[in-house]
């Protein structure tokens, strides 16, 4: 099983979880967010926030990473990414706190310009993540090797994964992804308990991720 990092560059609602957790039954170190120098260096497999935003500066400062995007059917992922940002839109916005700058930074990037009105948009929202998926196809280019790109309701994508990560599995006992978030909910991730998790921050707290 390889050491090099992985990095999950779907985007939020396309079942980043649970590949995170599929990662973890495989024996991977895993953060699910990463918003400190400590869990960045500790973890093998990093998703979501900064991961979707920053991947071209993680190629370039992890040499031999390997990356995966999730992608999702727009008729799933719409309304989903639209109630999250409608959740969370007041705290990415605000001046005088809320989220923590990283996520500010990577939420206000990728969904430029984020305005309430956009949220409602089909159309902005369905932009921001082609924008998104033609500069990773762009990016990796003649490097298939380095990209993994799946659908996790597709049932050939979780063997597919197993194929890009080098990993032998009898068929038999291969597990799949666990449908996690369902309906809505953004939190499953810290129900989850494993001795290979790796947390975000160090006890709430964040630095400036170099």
């Given amino acids: 099983m390889t050491e090099q990092k992985i990095f999950i560059i779907g985007l939020p609602r396309t079942a980043t979880t649970s590949v995170c957790v599929a990662m973890l039954n495989l024996g991977f170190k895993t953060a699910h967010t990463a918003y400190t120098n400590q869990s960045m260096h500790h973890a093998q497999v990093i ?11 993680l190629d370039t400062e992890y040499k031999n990473a390997k990356f995966i995007y999730l992608e999702r059917e727009f008729s799933v992922w719409l309304p989903s990414i639209r109630q999250l940002l409608k959740r969370m839109y007041k705290n990415l916005q605000r001046t005088d706190g809320g989220f923590n700058p990283t996520l500010k930074r990577c939420y206000n990037s990728v969904f430029y310009p984020l305005t309430e009105d956009n949220i ?13 998926q033609k500069n990773i196809n762009e990016f990796f280019k003649g ?8 659908n996790v309701n597709d049932k050939s994508s979780y063997r597919n994964l197993l194929t890009f990560l080098d990993i032998n599995i009898p068929e038999s006992e291969q ?3 666990e449908r996690i978030n369902i309906g809505g909910k953004v939190t499953a991730w810290k129900q989850i308990k494993s001795p290979l998790k790796i947390e975000a921050t160090q006890k709430g707290k964040v630095d400036k991720v170099k």
């Fill in 120 to 132: 409602n948009n089909d159309a902005f929202l369905l932009s921001c993540y082609q924008r998104h």
């Fill in 175 to 177: 597990t799949g992804f």
């Fill in 143 to 150: 490097r298939e090797q380095d990209l993994l790109t799946i």
């Fill in 47 to 57: 998703a979501d926030t900064p991961i979707f935003c920053d991947y071209q500066k």
